[in-house]
């Protein structure tokens, strides 16, 4: 329980950090984190990215990972889970939880959660 706080503070430590940075307000990719903030709970898709921001999706990877240290698909991962941890503090199951965070299966989320935190959810957030 203990190592996944920390990571979850890190890792909002690192965001705080990243839209701070000078040099990320000049580029295309702060209109596509704020894009993402706002919408991670739909499907996204690099080709539907590609389209709203008329961007190249090999551009946007290179420089999404440039500005922000991690791909699009583990920033968007990373927003969901922290979203069910919230839900899942307010009262909610943690099943409604991810599907209402964006997760389109129990088992997705499952697995995202695994890899993340290194334990099964029932375990860190039961």
């Given at each position: ?7 979850e ?12 940075a000078?040099?990320l ?42 500005a ?50 290194g ?7 039961g």
């Amino acid at each position: 329980m203990l190592r996944s706080i920390v990571i979850e503070i890190l890792y909002l430590t690192n965001q705080v950090n990243q839209f701070s940075a000078p040099d990320l307000a000049k580029t295309p990719i702060r209109s596509v984190i704020l894009y993402l903030n706002s919408h991670y709970a739909s499907p996204i898709t690099l080709d539907a990215l590609q389209e709203k921001f008329f961007l190249s999706k090999y551009y946007l990877c290179r420089e999404f990972r440039k500005a922000t240290g991690m791909t699009v698909h583990t920033y968007i991962c990373r927003k969901r889970l922290t979203r069910v941890r919230e839900l899942h503090a307010l009262g909610k199951s943690i099943s409604s939880a991810a599907l209402e965070a964006g997760f389109h299966d129990y088992s997705s989320f499952y697995r995202a959660f695994q890899k993340e935190y290194g334990c099964p959810p029932r375990q860190d957030l039961g």
